[in-house]
């Protein structure tokens, strides 16, 4: 649906990752459905998750926003939707999940509304034709390392283990072609293909993809977006705040074993994994890697 031209605009931000971005798409249809003759601006650092939304007037990236508040705000009819859901109380004590919460700030009403991604006529073709049109064998999906700048290569917080991820990979390794997601500073795996390219590429992969194995991250939203069951594995992260019914979430169960919290603030350990906050003793077992592959 294209939106009517008014002067009633919707200033939707999102600050942070792919992931958020993906889940944010669920807020959005939330917002359109009590606003329907208002037309929604998201401004975003993922500006390609949001091609093609019919929900959405416009997007912008950061940065690149030239003319915007003559075009949207000055002498508009405007409501800045600008709320961080995560400096909310509900989310720092995982009360709540990520989708119902945000809609809360913005004062609208969660529906069950989901998360949505589009594409163009021409996308899933090419793909399937010119990417994997040559993959004789199913593909499997592999996500063992989460976004975002980090010296370490591995957050311990919500990162596979490698030597869980490996096990798995070596258990699939003759009967799929295994992509793996990952930057290109972070910790490979044996056994797989290196994914290459970018977000638009990511989406249509996983969307063709036969099996998936990822972390809390942004493969786990764009599966669920395609209704398509997926193992994820959470170390600190949970699955009630920021996962899908539809994914088989295995959480660890080995406790805290360690008080690592003395520099913790509001929340016990920062996702991007410092060392010192690992509250696992040495040669602690995570996951139970006969439990993923089944």
């Not at 961080?84 to 989310?91: A, I, L």
């Not at 009967?175 to 290459?196: A, C, G, S, T």
């Not at 019914?245 to 920062?270: A, C, G, Q, R, V």
């Not at 995570?286 to 089944?294: H, R, S």
């Amino acid at each position: 649906m294209l939106s009517q031209a008014t002067d009633n605009f919707i200033i939707f931000t999102v600050n942070g990752g792919a992931g958020k971005n993906v889940m944010a798409t669920a807020v959005v249809k939330a917002i359109k459905r009590e606003y329907p003759e208002w037309n929604i601006v998201v401004v975003t650092a993922h500006r390609d998750i949001w091609l093609y939304n019919p929900y959405v007037y416009r997007t912008y990236q950061y940065g690149n926003m030239a003319h915007f508040y003559s075009d949207f705000v000055k002498d508009k009819n405007v409501k800045i939707f600008n709320q961080e859901p995560y400096n909310t109380q509900d989310y720092i004590l995982k009360q709540k999940h990520m989708v119902p919460l945000w809609c809360e700030l913005c004062g609208v009403e969660y529906k069950g509304e989901t998360i949505e991604l589009f594409f163009n006529n021409r996308e899933a073709e090419f793909f399937l034709q010119n990417i994997i049109g040559g993959i004789k064998q199913p593909i499997m999906v592999v996500q063992s390392n989460g976004g975002g700048p980090s010296d370490l290569k591995y957050s311990w917080m919500r990162d596979m283990p490698l030597s869980v991820a490996q096990e798995v990979v070596n258990h699939f390794a003759n009967q799929y072609k295994i992509i793996h997601i990952r930057r290109d500073d972070q910790l490979p795996l044996q056994n797989v293909e290196l994914f290459k390219g970018g977000i638009r590429e990511l989406m249509l992969l996983i969307r063709f993809s036969k099996k998936r194995l990822f972390i809390d991250s942004v493969s786990q939203h764009i599966a669920a977006s395609f209704n398509l069951p997926s193992v994820v594995t959470w170390v600190r992260n949970t699955p009630e705040v920021l996962g899908y019914s539809i994914h088989t979430n295995i959480k660890t169960m080995i406790p805290d074993e360690l008080d690592t919290t003395f520099n913790s603030f509001l929340e016990p350990y920062d996702i991007g994994g410092a060392i010192y906050q690992s509250p696992f003793r040495e040669g602690a077992q995570l996951f139970d890697v006969q439990q993923i592959i089944a």
